[in-house]
């Protein structure tokens, strides 16, 4: 699939075939969101690969979102803060935070591009699935990533988002394009 097809139809998809993928392309997620930036290039992401039916069920209950029960995986996205705190101090929190979003979507690309279901899920109990993983009190929950085939009957089309005109400024924020951008020119730095 061609890069910007993958981007125009990645969309969150809730409708789920019962056809179990192979854990193979699970784990070429995976390893397309271990490749997202990372601060220092700290790797402070780990992935819980889950495919026991009554797992996942309690985890959907946790989340309290009928449509995890359907997915044969569950990818749960897990940060340890304790080395960015280290290195980053106060913007340690934030900087986890970008790069599991970073990697959430690397993730959900390369799902997009083998024709594989998901959706992004942050509403859920991290006390309930911290309970039922074993997860210790220092990783923090970042997502829930069920991983499926698309229900054939359904052909879901990407969202409408916001046209581009309304999505950027020129130089400073708020402004609009009044004038043409400044070359910069090497003699100028
Ligand atoms: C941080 C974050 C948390 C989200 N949590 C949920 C969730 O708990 N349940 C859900 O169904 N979708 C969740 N979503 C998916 C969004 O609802 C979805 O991305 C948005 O509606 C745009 O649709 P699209 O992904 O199809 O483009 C979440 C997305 C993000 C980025």
Same mark, same amino acid.
Not at 55 to 60: F, H, K, V, W
């Given at each position: 699939?061609?890069?910007?097809?993958?981007?125009?139809?990645r969309?969150s998809?809730?409708?789920?075939?019962s056809k179990?993928?192979?854990?193979?392309?699970?784990l070429?997620a995976?390893e397309s969101?271990?490749h997202?930036?990372?601060?220092?290039?700290?790797?402070?992401?780990k992935?819980i690969?889950?495919?026991?039916?009554d797992?996942?069920? !309690?985890?959907?209950?946790a989340c309290?979102?009928?449509?995890?029960?359907?997915?044969?995986?569950?990818?749960?996205?897990?940060?340890?803060?304790?080395q960015?705190?280290?290195?980053?101090d106060?913007?340690?929190?934030t900087?986890?935070?970008?790069?599991?979003g970073?990697?959430?979507?690397?993730?959900?690309?390369?799902?997009t591009?083998?024709?594989?279901?998901?959706?992004?899920?942050?509403?859920f109990?991290?006390?309930t699935?911290?309970?039922?993983?074993?997860?210790p009190?220092?990783? !923090?929950?970042?997502?829930v990533?069920?991983?499926?085939?698309?229900?054939?009957t !359904?052909?879901?089309?990407?969202?409408?988002?916001?046209?581009?005109?309304?999505?950027?400024?020129f130089?400073k924020?708020? !402004?609009?394009f009044?004038t043409?951008l400044?070359?910069?020119?090497r003699t100028?730095?």
């Open positions: 699939m061609k890069f910007d097809n993958i981007i125009n139809t969309a998809i809730k409708r789920y075939s179990k993928p192979p854990i193979e392309k699970v070429q995976v969101a271990t997202a930036p990372s601060p220092g290039n700290l790797h402070l992401l992935y690969i889950i495919d026991n039916v797992t996942i069920y !309690e985890i959907s209950e309290q979102q009928e449509f995890i029960k359907k997915a044969p995986f569950l990818v749960i996205v897990c940060s340890d803060s304790q960015a705190k280290t290195m980053y106060e913007r340690a929190k900087y986890i935070k970008q790069h599991a970073a990697s959430i979507e690397n993730f959900l690309l390369k799902i591009e083998m024709k594989l279901a998901s959706c992004w899920v942050g509403a109990s991290d006390t699935i911290k309970r039922i993983l074993n997860i009190g220092n990783i !923090e929950i970042e997502a990533l069920p991983v499926a085939y698309q229900l054939k !359904e052909s879901k089309k990407q969202k409408p988002k916001i046209q581009l005109d309304r999505a950027f400024f130089h924020y708020g !402004e609009k009044k043409p400044k070359r910069v020119r100028d730095l």
